[in-house]
Structure formats: C-alpha cells, structure tokens
C-alpha cells in the first residue's frame, strides 16, 4: 500500500503491532481480576493494583515521550519498552503475595503503557498525508481483542486461569517481535526543534480539544467500571453481557472501515463533535434502558462513536496541534492526562456515587460529561481564530 506521501506503507507490519498490542488487553481486561482473586487476593488488594496500573498508564507517556522526543529512532522507544514489559512480565510467574504482585505490575505496566504513545506517532508518520487510512491499521487491534477475549475465555474455561499468565506472555512476545519488523519513520528531535508546548496551549481550540477528550473519558468510568455489574443485577446472563461486550467491539471494526472513506469528507473536528454528543446520548439509554436488550444494543452499537470514531478524530486534532516535534509531548497530554486521568477520575467518581445515587443517576453524569466536553469543543474551536494568531506570531 502508498500514500501520497510516496513511501510504501507497511500496512502489515504496523497492523500486526495493534493486533498484539491490544490482544494484551483483550487477556487483561475481563480476566485479570479473575486471575489476582485465585491467586487469593481481597477486594481491596484488587482495587489498590488496579490503581497501579491507573496510576502508570498517567505517568508513562510522559517519560516515553521526553526520551522519543529525544532521539532520533522513537521506533526504538517502543522496541525497547516491548522488551522490558515482556521480560519484567515473566516476574508474575513467581511472584506471590500482595506487593511482590504489586511490584511486578506497575513495572510491566509502566512500559506497557509507554510504548503505545510512541508507536501511534510512528504510524501516522509513515500515514504522513493519508491520516484517514489510520483506522484500517488501527481495526486490527480491535481484532486482536476480539480474538482474545473470545478464544482466551474457551482456553481458561478448559485449562485453568493459571493458564491467563502464559496467554499474556505470548501476546506481549508477539508484541516485541512485531516491533522488531516495523521500519521507522524518523522525524525532527525536540531538543534540536524550535517548537514550544506552551506556545501550543495558547491555542483556545487545543485546551478545548484536550478538556472534551479529558471529559469524554471522565463519562466512560460508569461503562468501564459498571456496566457488566449492572446487566448481571439486571438478570442478564454472564453469556449476554460477554456478547454485549463483543457487540461494541465489533462496531468499532466497521467504524475503522468505515472513516478511512467519510473523514475526509466529514472532517476530523465534525467527526470529534458528533463522538461527545453521541457519547451523551449512550449514557441516557444505559441509564434509563439497560432493562431492555433492544436498547442495550443500540447502546452497544455506539461504541463505534464514543470509542472508535473519537479515538481516530482525536489522533488527528493530536496533529493539528502539536504538529512535528511536539508530537511526542502532545501524545503524552492525550494518553496521560485526558485517557489515563480522565478514566481514573471518571472510575473513581462512579465507585462513589454508585451505591449512593443508583445507576441511572450516575449514568446521567456522566451523559453530563460528554455534553459539556461538547460544548466546550464547539465553543472554543476556532480554527479561522488560531491560524491569524499563528500568523500574527
């Protein structure tokens, strides 16, 4: 595959990145707290190495980024952290007990966490020009989850959930070799570039873009931390609310496909409006209709919008704003502080209120959230505004 770039795409390999990459989560997110609880861990131990992974999901792009800022190969930043996840991991073989565990997970997870930031500015460095093709590279790490949660579920069921630690280590193994066959795309290091972040935050529309991210990930705290609780209380089978789950995913894949030929059409700052309001509207049918599965679906089906579609859209306004050689520390804004602390602050917000206010109430918060990330995108993106400002400057 080219881009009008010039250079051949290596569609392949970067997309073999994403399957492995995510397929770590695919183990990670309905196992894991399956997996600490027989390795006998209480609901708090659980709860505090959760936190560890929160806490370094915020920290680590921020130390990615200042070194691939730094260098001149940031394709090496993400082999290296590829490497040390995966070696650091094998510690969870022995480790036994609540800090050795804790140990263990905040060192994997720190460079687990870094790679991801580094390596999405080296895909849309080889995209150069054809950004809009981003998400038929990006769908495969939605098949990688798929393929995992599905396939990993089938293998624990038969071979134990002791097994989960040696699933992970294939899928981290899969993720170094992968990094080891992407070519990089090099681009101006930081410390050699005259570019400032503070001058890029002067920018109205780039505080805006990052309060609505930061926002839009606050109103997923209920889904993430709640949502399969919910259909089980619900009466929901935990078959149905695994297939529910899939179902978003699912989604996302067609959404992938599908803005590779829409966005440029749409434009990114539409498409990135649309994913707030429509997140909004998600909220308000899980809160007030999660009773009924028709509704259920429909919810599930606009994961496509407030996951797939924001997450493309936000990449792009990543490049809007911090174009070049503050593309490492715009990454590290939009991965750290607007996913890392906006999900943390959205899931401890919901561990809160859940018992206090009931589902619904929390729900229509969260609905709250996305509708005022809305309002402050459509209010503070002035694109016209910004570009007389660069050129007065």
Known sequence: MTTDAGPRLPYWRLSAFYLSYFAILGAMLPYWTVFLRA?????????????VGTLTRILAPWASAWVGDRVPRRIVVVRACALLMTLIFCGMFVARGFWPVALVTAAFGFFWNAA???????????LAGAGNLYGRIRLWGSVGFIGVVLGGGWLLERAGIDQLLALLLVTMA??????????????????????????????????????AAFLMQVSHGPYYGFFSILLEDLGYPRSMVGALWALGVVAEVGV????????????????????????????LIIGHGAASL???????????????????????????FFPAALQGRGQALYSGLCTGGGGALGGVLSGWLWDAAGATHVFELAAGAALLGALLWSSLNRPAADDARAAAG
């Open 39 to 51: 390795r006998g861990m209480s609901a708090l131990e659980i709860g505090q190495l959760m936190a």
């Open 116 to 126: 991801l930031p580094q390596f999405e500015i080296v895909t849309l460095r080889h």
């Open 294 to 320: 028709p509704w259920l679906l429909l919810a599930q089906v606009l994961h496509a919008a407030t996951f797939g579609a924001f997450h493309v859209a936000a990449l792009a306004q990543v490049q809007r």
């Open 256 to 283: 992938f496909l599908a803005l590779a030929r829409l966005l440029p059409r749409i434009g990114a700052a539409r498409v990135f409006l649309g994913s707030l309001l429509l997140a909004a509207l998600r909220w």
């Open 174 to 211: 899969g993720t170094l070799l992968s990094s080891l066959l992407v070519p990089d795309r090099p681009g101006p290091p930081a410390a050699l570039a005259k570019a400032s972040l503070r001058g890029a935050l002067r920018s109205p529309a780039a505080l805006g873009f990052l309060a």
